[in-house]
């Protein structure tokens, strides 16, 4: 068996580990605006919907359009689902949550059809166990490419709309009234937090992408409440967690993507019980 160090040599383990800390550093950003307005049942919306457009892709593939990537059918599928429930008409008139949940059951019916009707032996298609739950092994070199875009243009908008974005994330109405074009900013952090998704289906899959977009943020948001903070911190704690993930699952010979989000899991589970216990005593100390 190779040791730790010689693995680290392969070049798939490298893209492996470079795609997850890549995907840890963009969800740790978005995740925390999903987490701070308690937007997290709309980004498993969009994940879901997102299983369609890799449906969709492979269709067009059996189609003739080889060129037609399952990543880019998931992008659109995405972009889509985030541009039709930010809409202010759409919200006005239709229920968030029923749209949300009506997408998300729609998407996934959608993907499983088309991807049956495909000639699988003509077309290589991935289990749908690799595009539920990710293969993070799988990760080629244009795919570190595209998700090292996606990165830059999510921290580049961050850079530049910080501040609206800061006063949006606590108080929409004090936004409006400031002058925050609150419409667009939010379909803008709604495609991003499509493409956040789109990112992390090729590492966790479509089914866990919600415990590493909320769970980095959610430890964070348990410690601070400044914008800023909350996503550095959500950040590292995701690479940390990742990294870590994809070590053990190579060690232990285990699913990556599973390995990470259990892992997420215990840490999760693990803060919860030392800020309970460290109130409990702050308690006692007060009361004595």
């Known amino acids: 068996m190779l040791d730790m160090v010689e693995y680290l ?13 890549l995907a840890s550093l963009a969800c740790g950003v978005i995740g925390t605006l999903v987490v701070v307005r308690r937007k997290v049942f709309l980004a498993g919306g969009i994940s879901h919907t997102s299983f369609g457009g890799i449906g969709f892709a492979y269709y067009m593939q059996h189609l003739g ?17 985030a541009l039709l429930l930010g809409s202010e008409p759409f919200k006005k008139r239709y229920r968030e949550d029923s749209t949300i949940g009506a997408l998300w059951v729609i998407g996934m ?3 499983v059809l088309l991807i049956n009707l495909v000639d699988h032996n003509r077309i290589r298609v991935l289990s749908f166990e690799a ?4 293969n993070i092994l799988l990760t080629s070199t244009s795919d570190i490419i595209i998700i090292g875009i996606i990165m830059s243009v999510i921290f580049l908008f961050i850079l530049l709309f910080f501040k609206d974005i800061e006063i949006l994330a606590f108080d929409e109405e004090y936004a409006k ?8 900013l939010n379909t803008a952090i709604l495609i ?34 400044r914008l800023s903070t909350m996503m550095v911190a959500a950040s590292v704690l995701g690479l940390l967690l990742t990294t870590a ?10 699913p990556p993507g599973a390995t990470i989000v259990v892992l997420m ?8 019980m030392g800020k309970s216990i460290y109130i409990k005593i702050l308690s006692f100390r007060a009361g004595t």
């Open 192 to 225: 991003l937090t499509g493409l956040t998704v789109t990112l992390l289906i090729k590492i966790v899959g479509v089914v866990l992408v919600l415990a590493m977009l909320a769970i980095p943020a959610a430890i964070s948001n348990l410690f601070t409440k």
């Open 131 to 134: 595009i539920l739950f990710g």
């Open 109 to 111: 019916a959608v993907g």
């Open 265 to 272: 899991g215990v840490a999760y589970t693990l803060f919860l």
């Open 65 to 81: 359009l080889t060129w037609f990537d399952p990543m880019l059918g998931a992008v659109l599928f995405a972009i889509g689902a």
């Open 177 to 184: 009234i400031t002058g925050v074009r609150v419409t667009l």
């Open 245 to 254: 993930g994809n070590l053990i699952s190579i060690e232990l010979d285990t």
């Open 9 to 21: 040599d392969v070049p798939f383990v490298q893209r492996m580990l470079l795609a997850g800390i």
